[in-house]
């Protein structure tokens, strides 16, 4: 289970069904970051029945907010941050056509029903570690709601960036799945 | 009488919060190693590589550890015989803090409002607790506080009859509640008694303690050492994918509190325990 799976983004459902919760991945090419503030706007323009500022389907969405880059850099620090706070837009979302998620931390019963519901998966990349997965960023660019600085849309191209699947798409969650195997308490 | 300008403190705050934010302390980068002897689970331990590894990058290139530099708190002792010159502190305070974030390049999370959310754009205002103390001396610990951690904070109003039993059960559910959103293995802060406000700073300053150095209190002590063992049997392990190591440590700070009151609070930091203390004793630099 610890051998690491290299994969393109973005990817297709067929990709995204064959990936099992606790596989290591490292992903290379593009994928979008946006965090609270997008995803505020995100659900207002989907109530309106508007168009997403940029076409989201099929992609992959990465919770973070990174630091502002140091110059000669391509990014500053950019782990992911904690996705519970986007379990209330993340089912509308995936029935929009986002095809994954980047982040850390559990999701709600909804969000793991929308991800078996969509073929979608969420990937776990390791929070507390954005100075190392900022390596793996080769360009960053903000590509929606600039006014929102650090919580704008961001376009990330990346090589080798890890993860772990945390949620696959047969529901099958690695929160837990992984802490019941090591639980010694009654 | 001894006297301080503003103007060396906000120089000294900028210095602090970058220092804190590039580098872990060099206990929380001990407990790391130690954790990674301990944790039996694979994807735990690599886990924990990539935490050590991630530190190195961040100190060598003044990177920050996390992207969530925090909100700052700042905790002041400041001599009641020393004389602030200069203008306000807590003005100067800030102003440190603004300077460190953008010379830094680190990330600026405060909002003006918690309703309209619109970005201060310098990270300002600090969180700022002031202590008078003997003497001509100041002493100032940045902590910039990032909020997947702190959003996981529990109080507790227990009855005096919970006991021992309640806070350990409420201290524990609150660990397990937490779960990997805090980005474990954290450091846990526990505030026992004084009032609800009180109990939630005790345990905030618990964090500020050197990781490993029990309360001197041998009750207190046997308490923390117990619920560390319980915490890790919980099993979330790094990053919430499964282990034994969920907690570095367990950190308890107790004050009295009154008789019809059990207040027990939980305020946990991820592995990024960051804090960057400067104390000043008269000399000039």
Redesign the interface.
């Known amino acids: 289970m610890d051998e690491c799976r290299h994969i393109e983004t973005p990817f297709s459902a067929e990709v995204a069904r064959e990936l099992q919760a606790g596989q290591r991945v490292l992903l290379t090419g593009a994928f979008y970051g946006a965090r609270d503030q997008a995803h505020r706007r995100f659900a207002e323009v989907l109530a309106q029945g508007g168009e997403l500022p940029v076409d989201l389907r099929g992609q992959l969405i990465y919770y973070v907010g990174p630091t502002p880059a140091r110059p000669g850099h391509a990014c500053g620090a950019a782990g992911p941050t904690t996705a519970g706070r986007m379990d209330a837009f993340t089912p509308q979302l995936l029935a929009y056509g986002v095809r994954g998620i980047i982040a850390k931390g559990d999701r709600s019963p909804g969000v793991i029903a929308a991800i078996r519901q969509y073929d979608a998966v969420y990937l776990a990349a390791t929070g507390g570690a954005g100075a190392l997965l900022s390596h793996c960023i080769k360009e960053a660019r903000v590509a929606a709601f600039p006014d929102l600085g650090t919580e704008a849309v961001w376009r990330f191209i990346v090589e080798d960036f890890p993860a772990t699947v945390a949620i696959d798409s047969w529901g099958r969650d690695l929160y837990q799945i992984g802490p019941a195997g090591y639980r010694s308490v009654q | 009488m001894r006297e301080l300008n503003t103007d060396l403190i906000a120089a000294r705050v900028a210095a602090l919060c970058q220092e804190a934010n590039f580098g872990l302390p060099a206990d929380v980068l001990t407990a790391l190693a130690g954790a990674k002897e301990q944790e ?4 735990g331990r ?2 924990l590589d ?2 050590c ?3 190195g ?2 100190a060598s ?9 925090g909100m700052v708190l700042a905790f002041v002792e400041t001599g009641q015989d020393l004389h602030i010159v200069g203008g306000s502190l807590s003005e100067a305070i800030n102003r440190g803090v603004a300077q460190g974030y953008r010379d830094g ?5 405060v909002v003006v409002d918690p309703l309209h ?1 619109v ?1 201060t ?1 310098d990270n300002t205002p600090a969180v700022i607790y002031y202590d008078i103390v003997p003497g001509d001396n100041f002493r100032i610990a940045i902590m910039p506080k990032g909020f ?1 951690s702190e ?1 996981c904070t529990a109080l507790g109003m227990l009855k005096p009859a919970d006991g021992l039993a309640g806070v350990r059960q409420f201290v524990i559910a609150a660990v397990e509640r937490a ?3 805090p ?1 474990p293995p954290v450091v846990v802060g526990v505030g026992l008694g004084g009032t609800a406000d009180k109990a939630l700073l005790l345990a905030k300053r618990a964090l500020l303690r050197p990781l490993g150095a029990s309360n001197p209190d041998t009750d207190l002590a046997a308490l923390e050492s117990e619920l560390k063992t ?1 915490i890790n ?5 790094p ?6 190591v969920t907690a570095l440590a367990v950190q308890i700070e107790a004050f009295p509190t009154h008789i019809a009151g059990l207040p027990v609070a939980v305020n946990i930091s ?3 325990l960051r804090h960057k203390t400067w104390v000043w004793n008269g000399e000039q630099d």
């Not at chain 2, 039996?40 to 994807?43: A, D, E, L, V, Y």
């Open positions: 039996g689970s694979p994807t690599r886990i990539e935490l590894a991630n530190a990058i961040a290139e003044r990177v920050p550890v996390c992207q969530d530099t390049y680190l990330r600026k999370s959310r970005n754009g997947g959003n779960g990997a959103n980005c319980a049997a919980l099993g979330i392990g990053e919430g994918f499964g282990g034994q991820c592995h990024a």
